[in-house]
């Protein structure tokens, strides 16, 4: 029977797009926008519509705040499952392939559970801020992807069907797509208020801020 896509050096998508982000801001836009926020604490909420709705102003150092919290804890949930479910299947998969018996109860027993949580987190996931609503939407996508090629290659295992074998692979491809324009996003939006998407640098705590 046709192997699954190789995992033996399979790595972490999501935790290589989290968990490893670092800030920059402009420290002149900082102060203003600590002054901004002294200014406005005895009035909070400002009416941004002519129909009298009132809501509170969301500031820039706000959506910084948000952006770090979506990628360093966020996200950092989805990928920490994701870790246990990848290096589970990359010990049953590709050069550590042995025999579907093998592979069948790595699956059922310990990757398919662990990506199930990694995909219930990503599904908890309450954007803060209209801009990381798409981000979201993408992540619980590809967490989705995944997620079905696992139960398609469980599926093919059973029915010893080199079709669903394919069709698993094909999701998986799917995946690394989806994550790699999630990834490319990102970095644009968090650019976009300030804060660098280092994939090579230590995370900054959100209360670092």
Known sequence: MKKLLGFSEITAVLLSGCGEVQISINKD???????????????????LMNDGVESEEVTDADKQKAILQFIN????????????????????????????????????RNTIPAYEKALKEAKDIEAEI???????????TATQTFYDALILEKKAIEDQDEDLINQSNAKIEEYYK??????????????????TYDLNEPKQNVQEL
């Open 130 to 140: 209209p801009e990381l609503e798409v981000m979201t939407d993408r992540i619980v």
């Open 29 to 47: 836009q900082e102060v203003e926008s600590r002054e901004t926020g002294s200014n406005k604490k005895d009035n909070e909420k400002v009416e």
């Open 73 to 108: 804890e966020d996200i950092y949930k989805v990928a920490e499952y994701e870790v246990v479910a990848f290096q589970s299947l990359a010990s049953v998969s590709g050069v550590n392939f042995t025999d579907d018996p093998t592979v069948y109860k790595e699956l059922t």
């Open 178 to 195: 989806l994550v790699e324009v999630y990834n490319s996003d990102m970095k644009v939006l968090a650019e976009k208020y300030g804060v």
